[in-house]
C-alpha cells in the first residue's frame, strides 16, 4: 500500500506540473493538500500496519536493468527505519503545503509552488523507501534536484540564484563520495541490494584493498558514505550551504530543515548502519566533526540578525548533535532527537514566517514590540525555543539529553570534556533563541508607526500547522521515548549496533547532577539574555563596540565564505580564464587546431598565387621543375617530406 503513497505524490507532481495552470490557484493548492494528506495516511496505516504485524515487507517492482553479471531490481524496502521517516516526511509536506494555502496564496506561480513541493516529498519517499543502494542514489539526486528548484523559486532575485547554487555545487561534492561509494560496494559486494550488502560485511572485516596506499575496505566505504552524508546534512567544512539556502520562500526552509533535505545525509548513516558499526576509526572521526559542527553552529548564531539565518544555524548544530549520535552507534537516540527536531524546528521556521508576513521583513532589527500583535505566533516561537533548547519535559529535552547522556556514558579519556563542551553549547543555543524572542516581542518597536494597523495574525491555514507542531513540540519526546529509545524492540535489525558502543545502558547510572546539567546551562542563558538585554543593556553595548574584532568575526561565521571564495572560487575561476580558456582553448587547440590549420592554409595559398603571372614561359619552367622534382618526392621519407611543406608555408 506505500506504493500508493509514492504513486499518489509522483502523480500530482505530473499533473500539476502539465494542467496547474488550467485547473486555477485555489484548485491547484486543495488538490495537493487533498492527495499529501492522503499520502500521511496511507504512511500511517503502513506504519501501524507494521508495527503490528512485526515484519518487513519488500516489493519487487520487476528487473530495473541488468549489465553483464549484475542484475538491479527497482525494490520498495519497508521496514522501520524507512516506515518512520515516510510517516515523518508525509506529515510535515502535509503541514507545509496547508501553510502555503495562505502563506504563498497571493504568489503568481502558487502552482509551480505546490508542484516542486510534491516532487520533493516524491523524490524523498523514493529515498528512504529504496531497497538497494542504486536506487536510493536515484531519490538522493532528485532530492538535490528538488531542493535547487525550491531555493531558487524566486529566481528574480540573485541572493536565490546564488543560495541555490551554493547549496547544488556542496551537494556536488557528496555526490561525488556517492559515486564512489557505489564504486566500492559494487567492487566488494557484486550487488547493490541492502541484504546482500548487510549479510556479507562481517565477512569483510580484515578485507584490504589498494588504491594508491592500503586501506581497509569496510573502513574507506564507510569514509565515502560519511563524506556523502556530511554534504548533504551540512556537517563542518561543507556546511555554508544551509543559511543561504534561506533565500527561498520560508516554507521551504521548514520543509527543508525539519523532515527531509538536511536528514537525507543521517538517514544514508542509519541505513548504513552495519557498515559503520564495524568501521570504528571513520565513526569515531565522523563523531568530533559532528561533534565540532554542533559547537561552531552555537557561536556563529550568537550575533546574526535575519530571523531565518539564526533558526537555520540552529539546525546545523542540531544536525551535529544528531550525527554526534549515529557515529558513536547510538542509533535509536539519534533517530529519536531527529523526529522531535522535525517538529519544533518547523514550529520555528513556520513561526518565523508568520513575523515575516506580518511585517514584512526578516532583519530582526527592524521588528520589536509584537507581542501585544502576534500573541499566538509568540507562543508558538515560544514553545518552539523552549524544546529547541532543551528546556525540562520538552520535546527537545528528552533526545539532545539522551544523547549526551549515552556520550557521556562511553568511558572515553575524552568523555567529559565532550560532555561539558556540548552543555556550553546548549548554553550557547539557549542564549540566541531567548535574544532572538526578544528581538521580535519584547524589545523597542523599530518600525514605521503607519504598519502597527497592518500586523495581525493570519488565518486558519497558517496557524492551523503552527498549533499542530505546538502540542507536538510539548508531547512528542514523552510520547515517542520508550517506541524509540525503550525496550519495544520496534527497531529490531534495521538499525544495526554493537551493544558496548552506544553507551544507552550505563546513561542510566549517571550521577543526577551530570545529568541536569545540560538544563542547568538552558537556564543560565535565559538569565543571561534577561541582564544583558534588560538590565545593562547600555553597559553590553559598550562591551560590544569595544569587542568589535570577535563580534565581527562571529558575524561573518568564521569567514568560511571568504576563506571558500579566495582559495577555492577565485584559484578555480582563475584556472578556469588563464589555462583552460587562455591557454588551452584559445592558445594551443586553435593555434594547432581548425583554425590555425585554417589560417596556415590561407598563407600558404595566397603567397602560392604570386607565383602566377601569366606569361607562357613561366608555365613552361614551372612544368619542368615538377617533372624534375616529382622523383625527387619519392625518394624522400613521408615525415621529412611534411616537414619541408610545412617549414616552405611557415617562410612563405
Known amino acids: 500500500m506505500i506504493l500508493l503513497a509514492l504513486a499518489l505524490n509522483l502523480f500530482s507532481f505530473v499533473l500539476l506540473g ?34 503490528l504485524q512485526a515484519s518487513w515487507k519488500v516489493l519487487d517492482l520487476g528487473l530495473w536493468f541488468q ?30 503545503i496547508c501553510y502555503s494555502c495562505s502563506y504563498m496564496a497571493q504568489d503568481p506561480h502558487v502552482v509551480k509552488f505546490v508542484c516542486f513541493l510534491n516532487f520533493f516529498a516524491f523524490s524523498m519517499l523514493l529515498l528512504v523507501l529504496s531497497g538497494n543502494y542504486l536506487q536510493l542514489f536515484l531519490g538522493w539526486e532528485a532530492v538535490g534536484l528538488a531542493s535547487f528548484l525550491l531555493i531558487n523559486f524566486w529566481h528574480g532575485r540573485s541572493l536565490a540564484n546564488a543560495g541555490a547554487l551554493k547549496a547544488i555545487l556542496f551537494n556536488r561534492i557528496g555526490d561525488v563520495f556517492f559515486l564512489a561509494a557505489l564504486a566500492m560496494i559494487f567492487l566488494l559486494f557484486r550487488s547493490f541490494d541492502f541484504g546482500v550488502v548487510f549479510a556479507s560485511v562481517p565477512f569483510l572485516m580484515d578485507k584490504n584493498v589498494e588504491i594508491f596506499f592500503i586501506f581497509n575496505a569496510l573502513e574507506l566505504l564507510a569514509f565515502f558514505l560519511a563524506l556523502a552524508a556530511m554534504a548533504k546534512s551540512a556537517q563542518l567544512l561543507l556546511h555554508p550551504w544551509l543559511p543561504d539556502a534561506m ?18 545525509g543521517i538517514f544514508l548513516i542509519l541505513r548504513s548502519s552495519p557498515i559503520f558499526s564495524l568501521a570504528p576509526k571513520i565513526s569515531l572521526a565522523l563523531a568530533f566533526v559532528a561533534f565540532f559542527t554542533a559547537s561552531f553552529s552555537s557561536f556563529t548564531g550568537l550575533l546574526q540578525y535575519d530571523i531565518k539565518r539564526i533558526i537555520a544555524f540552529s539546525t546545523c548544530s542540531q544536525l551535529g548533535f544528531i550525527t554526534f549520535a549515529a557515529a558513536l552507534g547510538n542509533y ?3 533517530l529519536f532527537h531527529l523526529f522531535n527536531h522535525a517538529f519544533f524546528k518547523a514550529l520555528l521556521f513556520l513561526s518565523a514566517g508568520s513575523v515575516i508576513h506580518a511585517t514584512g521583513h526578516q532583519d530582526i532589527r527592524k521588528m520589536g514590540g509584537l507581542l501585544p500583535f502576534l500573541p499566538l505566533t509568540y507562543t508558538s516561537f515560544l514553545l518552539g525555543s523552549l524544546s529547541l533548547i532543551g528546556f525540562p519535559f520538552y520535546s527537545g529535552f528528552y533526545g539532545k539529553d539522551l544523547i549526551l547522556e549515552a556520550s557521556f556514558s562511553l568511558f572515553f579519556a575524552s568523555s567529559f570534556p565532550i560532555y561539558l563542551l556540548s552543555s556550553l553549547s546548549t548554553f550557547l543555543t539557549s542564549f540566541y533563541s531567548l535574544r532572538l524572542i526578544y528581538f521580535v516581542f519584547f524589545a523597542y518597536p523599530n518600525f514605521e508607526r503607519s504598519k502597527t494597523t497592518q500586523i495581525q495574525e493570519s488565518d486558519i491555514f497558517l496557524f492551523l500547522p503552527m498549533l499542530l507542531l505546538s502540542v507536538l513540540a510539548i508531547i512528542s519526546g514523552f510520547l515517542l521515548q520508550d517506541l524509540f529509545v525503550g525496550p519495544s524492540g520496534f527497531w529490531r535489525n534495521s538499525l544495526s549496533s554493537l551493544p558496548f558502543r552506544s553507551g544507552a545502558l550505563d546513561s542510566e547510572f549517571i550521577h543526577l547532577y551530570y545529568k541536569l546539567l545540560p538544563s542547568y546551562f538552558a537556564l543560565y542563558g535565559l538569565l543571561v539574555v534577561h541582564y544583558l538585554y534588560y538590565e545593562m543593556s547600555a553597559e553590553f553595548y559598550d562591551f560590544y563596540e569595544d569587542c ?11 569567514h568560511f565564505d571568504s576563506l571558500y571564495n579566495h582559495f577555492l572560487a577565485r584559484s578555480q575561476a582563475n584556472f578556469s580564464l588563464r589555462t583552460s580558456f587562455q591557454l588551452l582553448d584559445k592558445g594551443l587547440l586553435e593555434k594547432w587546431g581548425p583554425f590555425g590549420l585554417y589560417e596556415m592554409v590561407q598563407k600558404f595559398s595566397g603567397r602560392l598565387s604570386f607565383l602566377e603571372s601569366s606569361f607562357i614561359y613561366h608555365s613552361i619552367l614551372l612544368i619542368l621543375l615538377a617533372f624534375l622534382l616529382v622523383p625527387v618526392f619519392f625518394l624522400i621519407p613521408s615525415s621529412t617530406l611534411v616537414a619541408i611543406i610545412l617549414l616552405a608555408a611557415i617562410i612563405i
Open 18 to 51: 502539465l494542467f496547474g495552470r488550467f485547473l486555477g490557484r485555489w484548485c491547484a493548492l486543495f488538490f495537493s493538500l487533498a492527495t499529501s494528506l492522503l499520502t500521511f495516511g496511507i504512511s500511517l496505516f503502513s506504519f501501524l500496519d507494521l508495527f
Open 332 to 334: 535509536p537516540a539519534a
Open 548 to 558: 568589535l574584532f570577535i563580534t565581527s568575526f562571529l558575524s561573518k561565521k568564521f
Open 67 to 96: 549489465l553483464g553479471g549484475l542484475e538491479v531490481s527497482f525494490n520498495i524496502l519497508l521496514d522501520p527505519l524507512s516506515a518512520s521517516f515516510a510517516v515523518l516526511i508525509t506529515f510535515i509536506t502535509t503541514l507545509i
Open 247 to 264: 533565500e527561498g520562500p520560508t516554507p521551504v526552509s521548514a520543509l527543508l530543515h525539519s523532515a527531509t533535505m538536511v536528514t537525507a
